[in-house]
């Protein structure tokens, strides 16, 4: 049996439905629909801070106004609900607790302020401004001591910097990412929240995401969500970045000083 064509977009609801937003949602419904397949939404809420409800409801509002309707997602449920990030943090823990018994990925004490130093101490010394890895050597009354000052740690995925990542962006061609550019990078945050690396790739798995179509600023993630995908033994979906929106000058779309939300001309 041919795999259902499965297409999503995954928007963060930390501000008005952005034209760029309403764009990749377009070519997502297209594509599936053209296939005789579904298109999903997910609401990627897991910035507590920034996340707020009428937002979410300004990007559903707006896909609705477009015609855009979803098979899968808010208020329409299906049968890999939740649909919102915020409300599946136990699935991405139970992958993070994975990913630390098979010892591909690793606690990290390191403070902010701790990290921000060895930045800084990088630029200097012109290296790349890439984890050192300093938390996965911890000695024994290292970790004791931190323990004891109540430190919170984040989780780290122990990235292999052995051979090239490579893919065949839809769009671009063979792209290829160097994972000594990488690095350990974060999973997990102190306060038990994922990042949007694990979550995505995570959800794009469990919902049978056939097909990630999103804007080109997404495609350095790329090569860690692989990377995750390998360790965690996820099919990897085919990958598809669309070119960035510009303005007719052929400056770069900016949300601060273009009207850049779809409703936008109707309130101004
Ligand atoms: N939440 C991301 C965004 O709003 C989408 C990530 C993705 O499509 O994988 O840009």
């Known amino acids: ?51 707020q409800p009428e937002y979410e409801n300004d990007i559903l509002d707006g896909l609705n106004w477009l015609g855009l309707a979803w098979d899968e997602g808010p208020i329409v449920e299906g049968p890999y609900k939740p649909y919102h990030q915020a409300k599946r943090l136990k699935i991405y823990q139970k992958y993070c607790q994975q990913l630390l018994a098979e010892k591909k990925a690793y606690l990290c004490y390191c403070t902010p302020q ?26 024994p009354e290292e970790l004791e001591k931190y323990k004891k000052e109540g430190r919170q740690p984040a989780i780290r995925f122990l990235t292999n910097d052995e051979g090239a990542i490579e893919f065949k962006d839809l769009i671009r061609g063979k792209v290829t990412f160097d994972p000594k550019t990488i690095g350990d990078f974060i999973i997990q945050k102190s306060d038990g929240i994922p990042t949007f690396y694990l979550a995505g790739v995570v959800d794009d798995f469990l919902m049978k995401i056939s097909h990630v179509i999103r804007g080109e600023e997404h495609i350095s993630n790329t090569p860690r969500q692989i990377l995750l995908q390998r360790a965690l033994g996820f099919s990897i979906p085919e990958y598809a970045h669309l070119p960035l929106i510009f303005n007719p000058d052929k400056t770069k779309m900016s949300k601060r000083k273009d009207p850049v939300s779809i409703t936008s001309d109707c309130k101004n």
């Open 114 to 139: 701790e990290l921000e130093k060895e930045r800084e101490n990088q630029m200097k010394t012109h290296q790349p401004p890439i984890y050192s890895g300093r938390c996965q050597k911890l000695k």
């Open 1 to 51: 049996m041919e795999e259902e064509i499965r297409t999503r977009i995954a928007p963060s609801p930390t501000g008005l439905f952005h034209l760029g937003t309403a764009r990749t949602a377009l070519y997502n419904y297209l594509f599936a629909k053209s296939k005789g397949g579904k298109f999903i939404v997910r609401i990627e809420d897991t910035d507590r801070a920034r996340s």
